[in-house]
């Protein structure tokens, strides 16, 4: 759904008067000449490291992330959630309550959004949190940060049962791996990572090209893989779901600088490239493209999705990917060496 948002409405909260000020805002909302339905699939719970918004305007704190485009393709209560690393531990120091409606005037909707800024130690961030997350739907995390940087808390694993990410997001693919590995080990949460859903046409044309990962075809073959700059973690997917099922693969490696220039030069210019003997393949922002002498080429169009698209489709989804889970395990068995 690509309705924008139709209307917001903010009021200033505490943690302790966070249901009466939704209920109060609902009845603000209710007062308007078009009938508003309360629209919840979900908890989503939107962590953030502090950002520069101003003390007092607590919705700037979902600028910069498309919370507000999620919530109108996948209605969810939303908790969005700065918490503040390396400060005294203390109470939440600010939060604010809204809800946004959407759609047209004969079906609207609205959804409540709840804003908490916080350097409180992980019990009390817990009890926060199940404080205002309903126990009758799922809950789902949404962790915008780098997780090479800071990973998720146990009490947010504790609250939640679906993990959304975005490795692309990493600038140390090795130290992103590191915080993935109790994860992937204790399979706490479901894993569903933003940036795994860019490989979806490569695969989609290896497969078509030369059969699943399991067939003889694959057996024996040197595979080789580069990527353009900012692309490491795409890369190492690649090689995971490679040895996830036994296929030997290289360690990727930067693309040359002659390549990468290249790249960037073309409009859609290849994030990775393969070698996979005589077979050459590359994925582009728009298509994966695969060449071998003895076939026509062979292209898978990429699809063009934005972030909130992506987002929404893995709130849908809930189930767990295990392909994904398997080629994690195989990146931070490798980086375990």
Known sequence: MDGAVADRSWRASTPEAIDADLAALWRDVGRGETSVARAVMSNLIVFRSPTSAAGGDMAALVGGVPVEEVAARHPSRVIVLEHCHGEAPRAPSASAVGILTFGPPTARYGVE????????????LLSILRRFVRGDIPTSI????????????????????????DSRRWRDARRGAAAMAPLVRHHRVDLADLNWRRLAPLRRALTHARGQLKSDAWRGVDVRVSHAADEAALAWLFFGWLRSDGVGCADPAPMAEAAATAARDREGGALLAIEIGDMHATLSLRSADVVCPDAPPLGVAAAAESEADAVAAELRSLAPDRTLAAALEAIVERFER
């Open 142 to 165: 949404w962790w915008t940060e780098d997780m090479s940087d800071a990973a998720p808390s146990d009490a947010l694993l504790t609250v939640g049962r679906q993990l959304v990410y």
């Open 113 to 124: 959004l709840i804003v908490v800024r916080s350097a409180c130690p992980e019990p009390s």
